[in-house]
C-alpha cells in the first residue's frame, strides 16, 4: 500500500503563489506517476497536473498551464505543485494522487489519495 500526505495549503489573494509538497511512503515502487486533482465546491474532482517517476514527462491540465509546474524528488519520494498566478478560480481542495500514468493523468482507474489540501484565493 501507499500513504500520501499533503501539505502547503493556505489563503492567499489573487496573483500570488503557493506551493503544494506531497510525500509518499510504503510500497511506492508499485505506482509509475504521481499527480494532482482539485474539487471546487458543486463540481466535479479534475485533473491538475502528473509527473511520472521514471522519465521526466509531465502533463497539465489547460487551465493552468504555464501558471503552475509540477515537480518532483525521487530521493525524498515527494512531488511538489509550484502555483503561480492564482486566480480566484482555482479555489479548491487539491488532492494528491499516486498510480498508474494513465490513472493519475486521465482519472480513470485506481489511484492511492491524500486526504486533500484547502487552497482559497482572494479576489
Known amino acids: 500500500q501507499v500513504q500520501l500526505v499533503e501539505s502547503g495549503g493556505g489563503l492567499v489573494q489573487a496573483g500570488g503563489s503557493l506551493r503544494l509538497s506531497c510525500a509518499a511512503s510504503g510500497r511506492t515502487f508499485s505506482t509509475d506517476a504521481m499527480g494532482w486533482f482539485r474539487q471546487a465546491p458543486g463540481k466535479e474532482r479534475e485533473f491538475v497536473a502528473g509527473i511520472n517517476w521514471t522519465g521526466v514527462n509531465t502533463y497539465y491540465a489547460d487551465s493552468v498551464k504555464g501558471r503552475f509546474t509540477i515537480s518532483r524528488d525521487n530521493a525524498k519520494n515527494t512531488v511538489y505543485l509550484q502555483m503561480n498566478s492564482l486566480k480566484p478560480e482555482d479555489t479548491a481542495v487539491y488532492y494528491c494522487?499516486?498510480?498508474?500514468?494513465?490513472?493519475?493523468?486521465?482519472?480513470?482507474?485506481?489511484?492511492?489519495w491524500g486526504q486533500g489540501t484547502q487552497v482559497t484565493v482572494s479576489s
Open positions: 494522487a499516486a498510480g498508474k500514468l494513465r490513472s493519475v493523468v486521465t482519472g480513470i482507474g485506481t489511484n492511492y
